[in-house]
């Protein structure tokens, strides 16, 4: 039913779709669409500055890709971001205190150093989330960083006996984002450890459930209170 219909699908390689001359529109006019699977980010600027692809999804600093003259770059309508996605059928995530010790533990700041560098996507302020800087939606958050509250939960829930251990789920798509979560989970006394899959697996691995915290880019719907959370 869609413009292009898939010729060759490689996993954790490649997929080559081809146009389909059946379209109601009328066959697309580029021919062939070929998506490269590039999980590491750097990897990805670097193919798109040297040619070997004509269009990514830059993540983290590409000032490179900004100054580049050859190269375009589009920011408009930038909504959503890196989220934290809870398993609360679990432990240690079944308990509120440690939601909320993960919660009030990270200083957005830091966060938007390390997930947009010296962009300007997100200035930082957890009331835009998830919207872009400037949003005319932005509104203030009631979430406040507090590492000290964050540690006090933690040590009060391993005082009654329970396990500060917790896995986090990442994919070499995300870079170094898990070990963004992993340093800041250590500072609050969580014992925590990476599970990093495959990006062919990461999705698979979400949705059956068999993790403890994943990572994920969400993309707000239009209704995202509370749909957005269901996930």
């Not at 997929?15 to 750097?42: K, R, S």
């Not at 329970?162 to 800041?184: C, F, K, R």
Request: some cysteine; overall charge negative.
């Amino acid at each position: 039913a869609g413009p292009y219909v898939v010729q060759e699908w490689v996993p954790d390689d490649h997929v080559t779709m081809v146009a389909n001359p059946d379209y109601w529109a009328g066959a697309p006019e580029i021919g062939t669409l070929t998506y490269n699977v590039l999980p590491d980010g750097q990897s990805r600027e670097n193919a798109l500055i040297t040619g070997q692809i004509d269009i990514t999804v830059a993540a983290g600093n590409f000032d490179a890709i900004a100054s580049n003259p050859d190269l375009t770059v589009y920011t408009q309508g930038a909504r959503g971001g890196l989220s934290l996605l809870p398993n609360t059928s679990v432990a240690p995530l079944n308990d509120e205190r440690i939601r909320e010790a993960i919660q009030i533990a990270f200083d957005p700041k830091n966060s938007k150093q390390v997930l947009f560098g010296s962009s300007d996507l997100w200035d930082g302020e957890q009331g835009c989330i998830p919207f872009g800087a400037g949003s005319a939606q932005c509104e203030p958050s009631a979430v406040v960083t507090d590492v000290e509250r964050a540690k006090e939960l933690v040590a009060e829930y391993v005082a009654e006996g329970n396990s500060p251990a917790i896995e986090i789920l990442t994919t070499s798509y995300l870079g170094t984002n898990g070990e963004y979560v992993d340093q800041v989970l250590k500072s609050v006394g969580f014992e925590s450890t990476i599970n990093s899959v495959s990006p062919g697996d990461y999705i698979p691995t979400l949705y059956g459930g068999d993790f403890e915290l994943g990572l994920w880019q969400m993309v707000p719907f239009e209704s995202f209170y509370p749909l957005g959370y269901t996930i």
